[in-house]
T-cell receptor
Framework: QQPVQSPQAVILREGEDAVINCSSSKALYSVHWYRQKHGEAPVFLMILLKGGEQKGHEKISASFNEKKQQSSLYLTASQLSYSGTYFCGTDSGNTGKLIFGQGTTLQVKP | DAEITQSPRHKITETGRQVTLACHQTWNHNNMFWYRQDLGHGLRLIHYSYGVQDTNKGEVSDGYSVSRSNTEDLPLTLESAASSQTSVYFC???????????FGPGTRLTVL
């Protein structure tokens, strides 16, 4: 089952904050976050693992609520370079196989 | 530097033709994946492999096949291309389930 992301789209001014949510109907082992700019390949941002471990870029923060089967990506003091589409990918059983959400489009304006 | 490449980058073909998209990685990763990306659907998993001679079906595998004869390559074959298979195809690789997937640049396929 595909995870559901919200919101579908968000427009920000530089310096504003945003939260992108990812919700699954299945228990999760890990959640992966990627950002994709138009015409380019997705680029890794962060992995959140069951049990609390996180791996990723220092300037990106995220949370993983295992009980609620949800993850949130926090983008603070947004920059123009943050614009793009954000995808969460979920792994329900430490398989390495990801099921991606439909994406959240973020546009940061000057 | 290690990398993952896809070829061709753009392909136009006709309905009914067989098409093969290449994916080659020099990371020496065991795991390789094929996704298709369509507007409104995000990335959908077509097939994946955990190592040589291993292949598995993903969410949208009908009409596609893969083979893994070595660590570096996972070619994706459309047996008889259909217009519904017009899409952007991404290949990715990872060394294990706890690390990131590295994506190739993508192949834009148009089936007329």
């Amino acid at each position: 089952q595909q995870p559901v992301q919200s919101p579908q789209a968000v427009i920000l001014r530089e310096g504003e904050d945003a939260v992108i949510n990812c919700s699954s109907s299945k228990a999760l082992y890990s959640v992966h976050w990627y950002r994709q700019k138009h015409g380019e390949a997705p680029v890794f941002l962060m992995i959140l693992l069951k049990g609390g471990e996180q791996k990723g870029h220092e300037k990106i923060s995220a949370s993983f609520n295992e009980k609620k089967q949800q993850s949130s990506l926090y983008l603070t003091a947004s920059q123009l370079s943050y614009s793009g589409t954000y995808f969460c990918g979920t792994d329900s059983g430490n398989t390495g196989k990801l099921i991606f959400g439909q994406g959240t489009t973020l546009q940061v304006k000057p | 530097d290690a990398e993952i490449t896809q070829s061709p980058r753009h392909k136009i073909t006709e309905t009914g033709r067989q098409v093969t998209l290449a994916c080659h990685q020099t990371w020496n990763h065991n795991n390789m994946f094929w996704y298709r990306q369509d507007l409104g659907h995000g990335l959908r998993l077509i097939h994946y492999s955990y190592g040589v001679q291993d292949t598995n079906k993903g969410e949208v595998s009908d009409g596609y096949s893969v083979s893994r004869s070595n660590t570096e390559d996972l070619p994706l074959t459309l047996e008889s291309a259909a217009s519904s298979q017009t899409s952007v195809y991404f290949c990715a690789s990872s060394d294990n389930s706890l690390n990131e997937q590295f994506f190739g640049p993508g192949t834009r396929l148009t089936v007329l």
